[in-house]
Nanobody, 125 residues
């Protein structure tokens, strides 16, 4: 079975940090661009970051740049999202997804084919 499974979410105070993981099984991640998306209550799903197949290039939206770091370990078939300096507005379900290399740079959800189930990040005092 082809699966992406996110983990690492939880409840954290403002200013805290989390590391989210995206583990693939049933296929190899090394030929795919990885994107991270989030959906907050009452809001549309938005792309926040993506990383090229080798990890040489990464993209961030303005709202997370400098606080979020995307990475990947192809040998472990896993991608990561390190989130620092968390803000309440970061509260959302976070999803990882895959797309083909020629689509690197896109954060449009329609360009991504395989999706995980999501992991909840809650930032609150």
């Amino acid at each position: 079975q082809l699966q992406l499974v996110e983990s690492g979410g939880g409840l954290v105070q403002p200013g805290g940090s989390l590391r989210l993981s995206c583990a693939a099984s049933g296929f190899s991640l090394d030929t795919y661009v990885i994107g991270w998306f989030r959906q907050a209550p009452g809001k549309k799903r938005e792309g926040v970051s993506s990383i090229s197949t080798t990890g040489a290039n990464a993209k961030y939206v303005d709202s997370v740049r400098g606080r979020f770091t995307i990475s990947r370990d192809n040998a472990k078939n896993t991608a990561y999202l390190q989130i620092d300096s968390l803000k309440p507005e970061d509260t959302a379900v976070y999803y990882c997804a895959t797309t083909f290399p020629h689509m690197y740079g896109s954060l449009h959800e329609d360009d991504f084919s395989h999706w995980g189930q999501g992991t909840q990040v809650t930032v609150s005092s």
